[in-house]
C-alpha cells in the first residue's frame, strides 16, 4: 500500500509538518491594535455596513423614508415646544429650518452612537467564533447610517426654498463637517461596544446618556443664549461643533465657528483615542465574555 501524497508529491504526513500555520494571538501594545487591518479587511467592512442597512429597512413598510420621518416629526415638535411656546431666538432663520439643520446631525450621531454601541452584542456568533478586526463592527454600525445622514440633509435642502433660502457655497463643506458627528459616534461608540461586552446594563445607559446630551447640545436652542463663559467652552462637546457647523454650512448664519470647530475637533480626537486604548486593552477577552 502507497502513501498517500499531498498536493506537492509529498507524502501526506510530510505535507501536513510543511503547510503554514496561522496563529491568531491577543495583541499587545499600542502598535499591535493593528489599525492597518482596517484596510485589509476593508471589503468585510462595506459588507458589515450594508447588511446593517438592508437588516434595518428589512420588511418595513415606509423603508428608508424612516431616515426623512425622524428628523420631521423632532423637528415639528421642537418648532412647537420651542418655537412657538418659548419663543426662543433662531439667528433671523425660520426656527423650523433651524431645528432641522441641527436635527440632521443629531439624528445621526444618535444612531450611530447606539448602533456602535450594540454591535459587538448583536454580533456574537461572529465574535466569538472567526477571527477579523472587531472594530469593523462599531465602525460598520455606525457606518451604515451615513446613508440616513445623506437623506437627511437632501431633505433640508429641499426644504430650504420653500422658507426663502437657497443653498450656498458653504454647502460644499458638508461633507468635511459631517465628518465630526460621524467621529464622536464612533468615539463614544467604540468605548461602550467595548464596555457592553462585560457590562450588559450599558443598553440602558447609552439611551439615557443620548437624552441628556441632546440638552446639553446647542440643538433646540442657539449657543449665544449661553453665558459668555459658556460660549468659549461650549466646543469641549463635540457635538457642538458638528451642529454650530451644519447650521452655517447650510442657513450661513453668522460667521464661522472657528473656535467651536477647534474645540469640538479636539475633544472628539482625544475621545477617540481613549475608546482605541480600552478597545484594544479588552479585545483578547471578548470571545470569552460575550
Known sequence: MQARTGTVGLPAAEHERH?????????????????????AYRELGYLLAWRDVKVRYAQTLLGALWAVIQPLTMMVI?????????????????????????LVPWTFFA?????AAQSLVRNEQLVSKIYFPRLLLPIGAAGSFLLDLA??????????????????IRTLTLPAIALLPLA?????????????VRYRDVAYVVPFL????????????????LP????????????????????????????????????SGASCVVLLLVALIYFRRTERHFADLI
Open 111 to 115: 444612531s450611530g452612537l447606539s448602533g
Open 210 to 225: 443620548i437624552q441628556i446630551w441632546l440638552f446639553a447640545t446647542p440643538v433646540a436652542y442657539s449657543a449665544t443664549l
Open 151 to 168: 437623506i437627511g440633509t437632501v431633505l433640508l435642502l429641499v426644504l430650504m426654498p420653500f422658507y426663502g433660502f437657497y443653498p450656498g
Open 184 to 196: 464622536c459616534a464612533l468615539a463614544v461608540g467604540i468605548l461602550f461596544a467595548a464596555l457592553s
Open 228 to 263: 459668555d463663559e459658556l460660549q468659549s467652552v461650549i466646543g469641549l462637546n463635540p457635538m457642538a461643533g458638528a451642529v454650530e457647523g451644519f447650521r452655517w454650512a447650510v442657513l450661513e448664519t453668522g460667521s464661522f465657528p472657528s473656535n467651536t470647530l477647534l474645540l
Open 19 to 39: 503547510r503554514p500555520v496561522t496563529v491568531v494571538q491577543p495583541s499587545r501594545g499600542w502598535i499591535a491594535l493593528r489599525l492597518g487591518d482596517l484596510w
Open 78 to 102: 421642537f418648532a412647537l415646544v420651542f418655537g412657538r411656546f418659548a419663543k426662543l431666538p433662531s439667528e433671523g432663520v425660520p426656527y423650523t429650518l433651524f431645528a432641522l439643520a441641527a
